[in-house]
């Protein structure tokens, strides 16, 4: 999403949200009250104050013809359209002044034209921006005249189709390519929140790769908290001293107090938004004692069996994770433990049987061992491919894999040692296809069998999964080995295949 500057404010989803605070008509043609109202919009917190550049004649003709009086359901019906914006309309002579007081209070202020004479009026003041009005985005010889400026354009979309809002776009880049801002509007005035479908303005942020936001004309802050919650990084508001005055747009303009919760209340939901981020924040770290582990729960002798009577999952987290603790269940302890010791694997004795593999969700740190593992000349000559994989090839399998939720990958760990890869891919019909890997470090002791066996244990309480099959190359008679030792049964070869097949037996929980 390209993010772009307003007098040097940069605007994007790294930064906190624009808010705009529209004037429209709520100044009620008094001068007093437009200049309280760009007061009352920098007390209030906003970055902008946003005018509207038209008269009547400008806009409409005056004419009380059918066509040209309002009779939509909206809050304005009965009127001529030229009466309407004879009320609503800000005087021209006002606009270098309210910008001027504006600058003073550390706000921007620019407007919205709506024919060639605002462009050239307003480009005349040097306003920093344009914004076009929802139903101004079909007018493409408009669009034209300020892209044509360079300048940034904010563009609300209202009733706009998919295909007029494209048509507007390739206007706009095919006519100067200025910064461009999409705002999803609702043009009911007021709007209801159940038509503002938010998520039309995230699309537009994925279709066309501009910054976006929301011109709101619903009642209360709750649709623009939502909003940018969601993303939106400019949110534009209408602004009134008293709605009790009254006016073409009070019903759905916000007080000043309002106005300053509703500044509030994005920067809030701007700050939780945050970032993509898994794992504690430095304050959650002291609320370590509250997650689980394994600790010892019974005073254990030197060479005792550890069993599910004195080893047990509570609280705090100073133990092994909860993970291991099938791999810690049947080994004997090298000295006396007492009650209360956070199990760790220091204070195990070596194996006596079979190994046990833990398994868990492979991660970032993984990427880089995986990729040795891959490479390592023996795991070469035993795959599918002998070819040494490039580092960028590697990462873009690494990151499909681990976002795809048919692509199952594990770390296989011993004792906290990572030993091995298990992959499972799920396919059509409950079948899931393996793919284990041992480290070289770790071969010869029997791990690849029993990582086999860990994965078989979740294939067992996976729904998905009705059989597992793994394709292993004939001469990779070590494999074959530990796919039968785990309870694989042979197939026949594939045909013209340089692969046997190997199934799962009928039930997946067999040891």
Not at 34 to 40: M, Q
């Amino acid at each position: 999403m390209g993010e772009f500057s307003i007098d040097g404010r940069r605007i994007g989803p790294d930064h906190p949200a624009y808010v705009i605070a529209e004037l429209s008509a709520n100044h009620h043609q008094r001068l007093d009250r437009a200049r309280a109202l760009v007061r009352a919009a920098a007390a209030a917190g906003a970055d902008a104050i946003k005018l509207q550049t038209y008269t009547a004649d400008t806009i409409t003709l005056d004419c009380d013809a059918p066509p040209f009086q309002v009779n939509s359901g909206s809050i304005w019906d009965g009127r001529t359209l030229h009466s309407l914006y004879r009320e609503a309309f800000t005087p021209w002579e006002w606009h270098q002044e309210l910008m001027e007081l504006a600058a003073s209070l550390g706000l921007h202020c620019f407007s919205s034209p709506f024919d060639p004479t605002a462009v050239e009026f307003l480009s005349g003041l040097g306003v920093p921006a344009w914004k076009i009005a929802s139903f101004e985005l079909v007018d493409l010889p408009l669009l034209r005249r300020v892209a044509a400026t360079g300048k940034p354009v904010i563009c609300s979309t209202g009733m706009a189709e998919l295909c007029e809002i494209d048509e507007a776009v390739a206007t706009l880049r095919g006519s100067g390519d200025p910064p461009l801002a999409l705002l999803r509007t609702n043009s009911g005035y007021p709007a209801s929140p159940d038509e503002i479908d938010l998520l039309g303005m995230t699309a537009l942020a994925e279709r066309f790769g501009v910054v976006v936001g929301l011109s709101d004309h619903t009642h209360g802050i709750a649709v623009p908290v939502a909003a940018v919650a969601l993303g939106a990084c400019i949110v534009e508001k209408h602004l009134i001293l008293d709605r009790a005055q009254g006016g073409p747009d009070a019903s759905f303009s916000l007080e000043p107090d309002e106005f300053a919760a509703m500044v509030a209340a994005v920067r809030t939901a701007r700050a939780a938004r945050g970032s993509v981020r898994f794992g504690p924040t430095e304050r959650e770290r002291s609320s370590r004692h509250f997650r689980r582990s394994l600790f010892v729960c019974a005073d254990v002798a030197a060479g005792e069996l550890l069993t599910e009577a004195n080893v047990r999952s509570v609280r705090p987290a100073n133990g092994l994770h909860t993970r291991y603790l099938e791999e810690v269940l049947g080994r004997r302890v090298a000295r006396d433990i007492p009650l209360g010791t956070p199990m760790a694997w220091d204070l195990l004795l070596p194996d006596e049987g079979e190994p046990t593999v833990t398994l868990r969700v492979a991660g970032a740190s993984d990427e880089e061992r995986l990729f040795d593992w891959t490479n390592d000349p023996v795991a070469r000559a035993m795959s599918t491919s002998s070819a040494v994989v490039p580092w960028e090839d590697h990462r873009r399998w690494f990151a499909s894999v681990t976002r795809d939720p048919l692509r199952l990958l594990w770390i296989g760990e011993r004792s906290g040692e990572p030993v091995a890869m298990v992959r499972l891919d799920l396919g059509e019909g409950g079948e899931a296809m393996i793919s284990v890997s041992v480290a070289p470090e770790a071969r010869g002791r029997g791990l690849g069998k029993a990582a086999i066996r860990a994965a078989l244990r979740h294939a067992s309480t996976d729904p998905r999964i009705r059989v597992v099959l793994a394709q292993i190359r004939p001469q990779n008679a070590a494999s074959l080995r530990a796919f039968e030792a785990a309870g694989f049964g042979s197939r026949s070869p594939v045909p013209g295949a340089h692969v046997a097949l190997v199934q799962l037996r009928a039930d997946p929980r067999a040891p």
